[in-house]
């Protein structure tokens, strides 16, 4: 974390959340273990039911969907 809050940004800003998604099959366990070693909020997006696999169920309308998620988390 400290690599994009003073590389990056030259420690003029900071990492106030990570968002996380995916398909991964492990990916509740990643999200456990972000939780478990970060200090930040760690928000999951919502999947969307019946997806799996890489790249099942895209489509605009999921994507639409996941962009006016991250939309509402900066409201």
Same mark, same amino acid.
């Given at each position: 974390?400290?690599? *994009?809050?003073? #590389?990056? %940004? !030259? ?6 959340? /990570?968002?996380?998604?995916?398909? !991964?099959?492990?990916?509740e *366990?990643? *999200? $456990? ?6 200090? /930040?909020? /760690? /928000?999951?997006?919502?999947? &969307?039911?019946?997806? #799996? ?5 895209v #489509? #605009? ?6 962009? &006016? $998620?991250?939309? %509402?988390?900066?409201?």
């Amino acid at each position: 974390m400290n690599f *994009y809050q003073n #590389s990056l %940004n !030259h420690g003029k800003k900071q990492v106030h959340r /990570i968002v996380l998604d995916g398909d !991964h099959p492990w990916l509740e *366990y990643i *999200y $456990e273990q972000m939780g478990s070693r970060f200090d /930040i909020p /760690i /928000i999951k997006l919502k999947g &969307q039911p019946g997806a #799996s696999g890489c790249g099942a169920g895209v #489509s #605009s309308v999921h994507l639409n969907a996941k962009k &006016q $998620e991250l939309q %509402n988390l900066n409201q």
